[in-house]
């Protein structure tokens, strides 16, 4: 499947684009997100070219980059606060393919003054396909809203991070 057919399947309703924090998640677009009634941000993706291993699956370190980034920015939703990644864990629990649609989900777990602990699931088709674990430490103030973290609409991103 192509890049030009994948991205344009879009996303489900209630998604909308993601503006990219940094030059690896602008590599990785498109990414989409939508905002779940807690607060916190549910991200999606369609599975492309930029996201896959030389076996034609989704690259293990594109999984860690989305959970990670996933984690951090619902810590800071959540609890006001976020900071560094101290230790992640993943469990890679089945292979994500080109055009396959998937939503990872986020949740504190705990916080204190100085850590929050948090897990995440990635999901295709009624499957996790990735457990994800991590702590961050708690550092600087979050003053971002889900609404704040949305593209421009002007913004078309390719796998590039090109407008």
């Known amino acids: 499947m192509s890049s030009d057919e994948i991205r344009d399947q879009g996303p489900p309703a209630g998604f909308r684009l993601l ?8 590599a990785l677009a498109p990414l989409y997100a939508s905002e779940h009634p807690d607060g916190s941000m549910v991200v999606g993706f369609r599975i492309g070219p930029q996201h896959c291993n030389p076996r034609g699956t989704c690259h293990g ?3 860690a980059t989305l959970a990670d980034v996933l984690m951090g920015v619902n810590a800071g939703l959540l609890t006001g606060v976020t900071g560094p990644t101290i230790s992640m864990h993943i469990d890679y629990m089945g292979a994500g393919v080109p055009g396959q649609w998937i939503e990872g989900h986020a949740r504190v777990l705990s916080h204190s003054p100085g850590l ?48």
């Open 19 to 26: 503006a990219p924090f940094d030059p690896l998640t602008a």
């Open 61 to 63: 370190g594109t999984w």
């Open 116 to 163: 929050c602990f948090v897990e995440s699931t990635f999901c295709a088709d009624g499957r996790i396909l990735l457990l994800a674990s991590a702590i961050f430490r708690r550092k600087r103030v979050y003053d971002r809203m889900v609404s704040g973290l949305f593209a421009d609409p002007a913004y078309v991103g390719g796998a590039d991070g090109t407008a």
